[in-house]
């Protein structure tokens, strides 16, 4: 900011007021300019692009609050101070909440004038910087993701279909001792690029942005490609997949994409923490404005003292061993129905079965 020129616009029916203002910035070395109107104020806010704007409440025609509100459409950077004869409480309340950073009541020294104006300039700064450490926190993030996946992953699947034209006897006879220890390590592979892929959903979960595309959503159809999808694993792992939903279920505010990619991985936990002959349903209906989707299974439950903490990033449960999870499925689900200012529950009793509630906020069918 310091090489910057910095603006600053003086919106002020009052031509002494603004003669006076410009005198003292001027002198200051800050680029001015003037407006005796609301609406000149306007047009000079998009045109001058100024780092502040001192405008004063009471003028003939559009008055300082509306200013205010149209600013805030044009740049939400903008810092504003405003200038009144009326110096009341309320009037400085009313324009605190139109976020006018300070006030300043007439008449005022330049020194006020000074002191006023450098605090707000100071603002400014660090909203412009801010803005500028999230922007490149943003793009370091994309550069991440698609470092992982292009310098991870790619060779990664490259080495996984070397495995398969070696295992399928492409270039020569392999025997059994090492068909057994390649499969092994493409097994491995498998995992890592599941492990990948799994964090990359994780890291591609932008909160913001997922509330930016939320539509309205009906659940069934979503419902019933996950049980589609899954029902080969569920026969590889001989349990039964059952759905019960009423055929009016709300409609929620959503997005279609990633609440698949919750009930897959709620129904494919459990499925892989199952039983021999177990079953996964799901059910749902209304509870209190939200709709209650259960993802329920027979399988080996979890305990009580490991329930609090199976949404972190990377927690497994000690199961025996057992390397084919990655331990973030859980947290990808909880992050996107937080997105979607829903809530998750779960219940369980080793040995049992878990069940696990998701409730996301109903939009009614009249919206
Ligand atoms: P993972 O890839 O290991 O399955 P998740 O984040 O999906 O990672 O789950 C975290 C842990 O919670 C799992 O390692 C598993 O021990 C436990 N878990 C999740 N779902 C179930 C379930 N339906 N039944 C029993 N345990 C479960």
Redesign the pocket.
Known sequence: MKSKIIRILIIDDEHYICDSCSQVYIKDGYQVDTANDGLTGIKKIKEFKPDLVLVDLKMPGMSGMQVLEEMKKIDTTIVSVVITGYATIDSAVEAMKREAFDFLPKPFTPNELRLVTRRALKKRQLILETNRLREEKDRMKENFISMVSHQLRTPLVAVQQYFEVILGGMVGAVSEEQKNMLNRSKIRIDELIKLIKEWLDFAKIDANKLVAELKPTNLIPILAKVLDTLQSLAEQNNVTLKMDIPEDLALISGNANVLEQVFL?LVE??I??NKDEGNVTITAGMEDGYVKVEVS?T????SQQELPF?FEQF???N?GGRTD???????IVKRVIDAHSGEIKVTSEPGRG?VFSVLLPEISFAK
């Open positions: 991985n936990n459990g892989r923490y299974d399988g080996i439950g979890i199976i927690y497994q449960v199961q999870g990655t331990g973030l499925g859980l947290c878990t």
